[in-house]
Protein backbone atom coordinates (compact mmCIF):
# COMPACT_ATOMS: atom_id res chain seq x y z
CA UNK A 1 0.00 0.00 0.00
CA UNK A 2 1.44 3.58 -0.48
CA UNK A 3 1.85 6.09 1.56
CA UNK A 4 -0.65 8.00 -1.03
CA UNK A 5 -3.33 6.24 0.00
CA UNK A 6 -3.59 7.19 3.62
CA UNK A 7 -1.50 10.14 3.59
CA UNK A 8 -3.97 13.71 4.24
CA UNK A 9 -4.23 15.79 1.13
CA UNK A 10 -5.17 19.11 2.63
CA UNK A 11 -2.64 20.07 4.56
CA UNK A 12 -2.45 23.80 6.48
CA UNK A 13 0.12 25.97 5.88
CA UNK A 14 1.56 29.19 7.17
CA UNK A 15 4.07 31.41 5.95
CA UNK A 16 7.63 31.70 8.03
CA UNK A 17 6.13 35.47 9.22
CA UNK A 18 3.00 34.06 11.16
CA UNK A 19 3.04 34.25 14.79
CA UNK A 20 3.12 31.24 16.98
CA UNK A 21 0.08 32.46 18.31
CA UNK A 22 -1.91 32.32 15.05
CA UNK A 23 0.10 28.85 14.29
CA UNK A 24 -1.35 27.53 17.37
CA UNK A 25 -5.50 28.57 16.80
CA UNK A 26 -5.27 27.34 13.59
CA UNK A 27 -4.06 23.75 14.95
CA UNK A 28 -6.99 24.07 17.61
CA UNK A 29 -9.58 25.18 14.98
CA UNK A 30 -9.01 22.37 12.81
CA UNK A 31 -7.96 19.39 15.03
CA UNK A 32 -4.37 18.71 13.99
CA UNK A 33 -1.02 18.32 15.48
CA UNK A 34 0.75 20.40 12.66
CA UNK A 35 1.46 23.08 10.13
CA UNK A 36 3.69 23.02 7.50
CA UNK A 37 5.55 26.03 6.72
CA UNK A 38 5.89 27.39 3.25
CA UNK A 39 8.22 30.27 1.53
CA UNK A 40 6.29 32.39 -1.62
CA UNK A 41 6.41 29.89 -4.35
CA UNK A 42 4.49 27.29 -1.95
CA UNK A 43 7.57 25.06 -1.36
CA UNK A 44 7.85 22.98 1.46
CA UNK A 45 10.71 24.61 4.17
CA UNK A 46 9.69 23.70 7.78
CA UNK A 47 7.01 21.99 9.84
CA UNK A 48 5.35 23.22 13.53
CA UNK A 49 4.21 20.81 15.77
CA UNK A 50 2.28 20.98 18.97
CA UNK A 51 5.83 19.96 20.21
CA UNK A 52 7.51 22.79 18.96
CA UNK A 53 5.29 25.41 20.41
CA UNK A 54 5.81 23.67 24.41
CA UNK A 55 9.59 23.78 23.32
CA UNK A 56 9.77 27.24 21.76
CA UNK A 57 7.46 29.07 23.16
CA UNK A 58 5.66 27.69 26.40
CA UNK A 59 8.68 26.16 28.24
CA UNK A 60 10.54 29.33 27.38
CA UNK A 61 8.30 32.10 28.77
CA UNK A 62 7.79 33.63 25.33
CA UNK A 63 4.84 35.48 24.12
CA UNK A 64 2.93 33.66 21.15
CA UNK A 65 2.26 36.64 19.22
CA UNK A 66 5.95 37.71 19.30
CA UNK A 67 7.59 34.44 18.02
CA UNK A 68 7.14 33.81 14.46
CA UNK A 69 7.25 30.37 12.56
CA UNK A 70 10.36 30.91 11.32
CA UNK A 71 11.83 30.63 14.56
CA UNK A 72 9.71 28.16 15.89
CA UNK A 73 9.68 25.36 12.95
CA UNK A 74 11.79 22.09 13.19
CA UNK A 75 14.40 21.98 9.38
CA UNK A 76 15.34 20.50 7.75
CA UNK A 77 12.16 18.59 6.20
CA UNK A 78 12.14 14.72 6.09
CA UNK A 79 10.13 14.30 2.87
CA UNK A 80 8.77 11.25 0.81
CA UNK A 81 7.68 10.27 -2.55
CA UNK A 82 3.50 9.37 -2.44
CA UNK A 83 4.80 6.15 -4.08
CA UNK A 84 6.48 5.19 -0.60
CA UNK A 85 5.00 2.32 0.91
CA UNK A 86 3.19 2.78 4.65
CA UNK A 87 5.81 0.17 5.72
CA UNK A 88 8.61 2.45 4.30
CA UNK A 89 6.63 5.52 5.69
CA UNK A 90 6.82 3.83 9.09
CA UNK A 91 10.44 2.95 8.75
CA UNK A 92 11.70 6.50 7.84
CA UNK A 93 9.53 8.13 10.96
CA UNK A 94 10.92 5.79 12.99
CA UNK A 95 14.23 5.57 12.18
CA UNK A 96 14.29 9.79 12.22
CA UNK A 97 11.93 10.26 15.41
CA UNK A 98 9.53 11.68 13.65
CA UNK A 99 5.59 12.08 13.77
CA UNK A 100 4.85 13.55 10.71
CA UNK A 101 6.22 12.99 7.38
CA UNK A 102 6.08 15.33 4.37
CA UNK A 103 4.91 13.79 1.01
CA UNK A 104 6.18 16.04 -2.12
CA UNK A 105 6.43 15.76 -6.06
CA UNK A 106 9.41 15.50 -7.79
CA UNK A 107 8.78 19.11 -8.34
CA UNK A 108 9.36 19.69 -4.59
CA UNK A 109 5.56 20.94 -4.19
CA UNK A 110 3.76 19.65 -1.06
CA UNK A 111 1.32 17.08 -1.92
CA UNK A 112 -0.21 15.97 1.72
CA UNK A 113 1.22 14.82 4.89
CA UNK A 114 1.31 11.29 6.25
CA UNK A 115 1.32 10.72 9.98
CA UNK A 116 1.53 8.15 12.81
CA UNK A 117 -2.25 8.47 13.14
CA UNK A 118 -2.67 8.02 9.40
CA UNK A 119 -0.36 4.59 10.09
CA UNK A 120 -2.08 3.17 13.05
CA UNK A 121 -5.71 3.85 11.11
CA UNK A 122 -4.39 1.06 8.44
CA UNK A 123 -2.12 -1.16 10.31
CA UNK A 124 -4.63 -3.90 11.40
CA UNK A 125 -5.41 -4.06 7.82
CA UNK A 126 -1.65 -4.33 6.84
CA UNK A 127 -1.24 -7.21 9.32
CA UNK A 128 -4.43 -8.81 7.98
CA UNK A 129 -3.18 -8.49 4.02
CA UNK A 130 0.38 -10.12 5.41
CA UNK A 131 -1.30 -12.71 7.00
CA UNK A 132 -3.28 -13.84 4.01
CA UNK A 133 -0.22 -13.28 2.06
CA UNK A 134 1.70 -15.58 4.00
CA UNK A 135 -0.93 -18.43 4.38
CA UNK A 136 -1.52 -18.02 0.74
CA UNK A 137 2.46 -18.43 0.01
CA UNK A 138 2.72 -21.89 3.09
CA UNK A 139 0.18 -23.50 0.73
CA UNK A 140 2.29 -22.84 -2.50
CA UNK A 141 5.29 -23.65 -0.99
CA UNK A 142 6.84 -25.92 1.49
CA UNK A 143 4.55 -26.64 4.43
CA UNK A 144 7.38 -28.37 6.23
CA UNK A 145 7.91 -26.02 9.62
CA UNK A 146 11.91 -26.41 10.09
CA UNK A 147 11.87 -24.25 13.35
CA UNK A 148 9.50 -22.98 15.80
CA UNK A 149 7.79 -19.87 15.52
CA UNK A 150 6.46 -17.35 18.00
CA UNK A 151 3.70 -15.17 18.27
CA UNK A 152 -0.26 -15.65 19.02
CA UNK A 153 -2.03 -18.52 18.33
CA UNK A 154 -4.99 -18.01 15.33
CA UNK A 155 -7.52 -20.08 17.39
CA UNK A 156 -7.07 -19.06 21.07
CA UNK A 157 -5.37 -16.32 20.56
CA UNK A 158 -2.25 -17.20 23.52
CA UNK A 159 1.36 -16.64 23.10
CA UNK A 160 2.71 -19.21 22.20
CA UNK A 161 7.32 -19.38 21.82
CA UNK A 162 6.58 -23.09 19.21
CA UNK A 163 3.49 -22.49 17.51
CA UNK A 164 2.76 -25.32 14.62
CA UNK A 165 1.54 -24.83 10.98
CA UNK A 166 -1.68 -26.42 10.74
CA UNK A 167 -4.52 -25.77 7.93
CA UNK A 168 -3.89 -22.10 7.07
CA UNK A 169 -3.32 -21.20 10.97
CA UNK A 170 -0.41 -20.80 13.50
CA UNK A 171 -1.69 -22.55 16.29
CA UNK A 172 -0.66 -23.12 19.64
CA UNK A 173 0.34 -27.53 21.06
CA UNK A 174 -3.16 -27.10 23.05
CA UNK A 175 -5.19 -26.24 20.00
CA UNK A 176 -3.25 -27.97 17.39
CA UNK A 177 -4.57 -31.72 16.86
CA UNK A 178 -2.85 -34.38 18.03
CA UNK A 179 -1.14 -36.10 14.92
CA UNK A 180 0.12 -32.26 13.96
CA UNK A 181 2.33 -32.49 17.48
CA UNK A 182 3.33 -35.52 16.99
CA UNK A 183 5.00 -35.16 13.68
CA UNK A 184 6.57 -31.08 15.12
CA UNK A 185 8.65 -33.27 17.60
Not at 38 to 56: M, P
Not at 107 to 130: H, R, S, Y
Amino acid sequence: MAVKEIMTKKVHTVLPTTSAEECAKLMINHSIGSVVVVDSEDKSIGIITKENLIKHVLAENKKADEVTAEELMSTPLITASPSLTVIQAMQTMFKDGIRHLIIQGTDGKLLGICTDTDIFKVVPQLILLEQEYLRVMSKEGETEQTEDIAGYCDDCREYSDSLIFCKGQYLCKNCAPEEMIENDV
